[in-house]
């Protein structure tokens, strides 16, 4: 059974992979900007690019994910790769790159990754004076985002959710995955609370959702399907949870969807989706738990998501 939930936010408005420049810039500059989203265990990023003279429109260059392997401190070493992609570009013309950044978190971590940037940019780009970030980033962010992986963008979506709780030290995961072949999983620490690590699934998978006309979350839960129904209709005054419930259930109003389909699936029953989140959401609290590298961690994830989309 399927219930029709209204979430408060209106939906974003869908950009196209590529913008018309509105006038025609300085040919004296090349303007790129690169996005980077946090994804549970992952950082994920994307690159966009601005060239009039190779092309009349803003393009995505290169999008990628960085896991916290080996030689990754904090899963930082993205940078590098952008920067190679960068040092591709330069054209040797006496054109300048200007790196604009864009980011979902927070102006602290957009602060973090310009210093992270510091003496890694090949000779001929530069990073720009927050000033003039606003000059490109109406053109180039929209590009960026879209092309950024686990983001779920263009078109109906089908996403499977779950949650995962070790019963031995209460160490908790969860996952998703949608029929598109976007996927995420993140660790909890020790919760010793499913019904919280169910909600945290919903709550990320819609944020990665660019596009929220037709979206549907599938969840085995029905404690937690029970929680979004009371919020979504109620508030969370009349839900008396804990709080880290209540604050997953909060993040479902800073989600860009405006209304999904939650669909009760039962858990274990075969269905190629679920069985994905499960077996995701089972992966991230074993990395909770400690004993896998963080690179371990996305390989298997990756081949969770092949096998699902393989069984579809």
């Given at each position: 059974m399927s219930k029709?939930?209204?979430?408060?936010?209106?939906?974003?408005?869908?950009?196209?992979?590529?913008?018309?420049?509105?006038?025609?810039?300085?040919?004296?500059?090349?303007?790129?900007?690169?996005?980077?989203?946090?994804?549970?265990l992952s950082l994920n990023w994307a690159l966009s690019i601005d060239d009039p003279v190779t092309s009349p429109v803003p393009r995505r260059l290169a999008a990628g994910?960085?896991?916290?392997?080996?030689?990754?401190?904090d899963g930082r070493a993205w940078y590098r790769q952008v920067a190679a992609h960068l040092k591709r570009q330069v054209?040797?013309?006496?054109?300048?790159?200007?790196?604009?950044?864009?980011?979902?978190?927070?102006?602290?971590?957009?602060?973090?990754?310009?210093?992270?940037?510091?003496?890694?940019?090949?000779?001929?780009?530069?990073?720009?004076?927050?000033?003039?970030?606003?000059?490109?980033?109406?053109?180039?962010?929209?590009?960026?985002?879209?092309?950024?992986?686990?983001?779920?963008?263009?078109?109906?979506?089908?996403?499977?959710?779950?949650?995962?709780?070790?019963?031995?030290?209460?160490?908790?995961?969860?996952?998703?995955?949608?029929?598109?072949?976007?996927?995420?999983?993140?660790?909890?620490?020790?919760?010793?609370?499913?019904?919280?690590?169910?909600?945290?699934?919903?709550?990320?998978?819609?944020?990665r959702v660019r596009d929220g006309r037709q979206v549907e979350v599938l969840v085995d839960s029905t404690e937690a399907i029970s929680l979004i129904d009371r919020y979504i209709r109620e508030g969370d005054s009349s839900v008396f949870v804990s709080r880290r419930r209540r604050a997953a259930l909060r993040g479902l109003d800073r989600t860009p969807v405006r209304e999904v389909t939650i669909s009760k699936v039962a858990g274990h029953s075969g269905h190629p989706l679920n069985e994905g989140a499960d077996r995701?959401?089972?992966?991230?609290?074993?990395?909770?738990?400690?004993?896998?590298?963080?690179?371990?961690?996305w390989k298997q994830a990756c081949g969770i998501r092949d096998d699902v989309m393989a069984a579809l």
């Amino acid at each position: 059974m399927s219930k029709l939930l209204a979430l408060p936010r209106p939906p974003s408005t869908v950009t196209p992979l590529s913008s018309p420049r509105p006038e025609a810039p300085s040919l004296g500059r090349i303007d790129a900007l690169v996005w980077v989203e946090r994804a549970g265990l992952s950082l994920n990023w994307a690159l966009s690019i601005d060239d009039p003279v190779t092309s009349p429109v803003p393009r995505r260059l290169a999008a990628g994910e960085s896991h916290g392997g080996r030689g990754e401190r904090d899963g930082r070493a993205w940078y590098r790769q952008v920067a190679a992609h960068l040092k591709r570009q330069v054209t040797g013309d006496g054109r300048e790159i200007v790196l604009h950044l864009g980011s979902a978190t927070t102006a602290r971590a957009r602060e973090l990754h310009a210093q992270a940037f510091e003496g890694k940019l090949p000779p001929g780009v530069r990073l720009a004076d927050p000033l003039e970030s606003i000059d490109r980033h109406h053109l180039l962010s929209p590009i960026a985002e879209a092309s950024t992986p686990g983001v779920i963008w263009d078109g109906p979506a089908v996403i499977a959710t779950d949650g995962s709780v070790s019963h031995h030290n209460g160490h908790a995961g969860w996952g998703w995955i949608s029929n598109r072949g976007a996927f995420g999983l993140g660790a909890l620490g020790s919760t010793h609370d499913v019904c919280h690590s169910e909600l945290s699934g919903v709550r990320d998978a819609l944020a990665r959702v660019r596009d929220g006309r037709q979206v549907e979350v599938l969840v085995d839960s029905t404690e937690a399907i029970s929680l979004i129904d009371r919020y979504i209709r109620e508030g969370d005054s009349s839900v008396f949870v804990s709080r880290r419930r209540r604050a997953a259930l909060r993040g479902l109003d800073r989600t860009p969807v405006r209304e999904v389909t939650i669909s009760k699936v039962a858990g274990h029953s075969g269905h190629p989706l679920n069985e994905g989140a499960d077996r995701l959401s089972k992966l991230a609290r074993r990395a909770s738990e400690g004993g896998l590298e963080p690179a371990t961690v996305w390989k298997q994830a990756c081949g969770i998501r092949d096998d699902v989309m393989a069984a579809l």
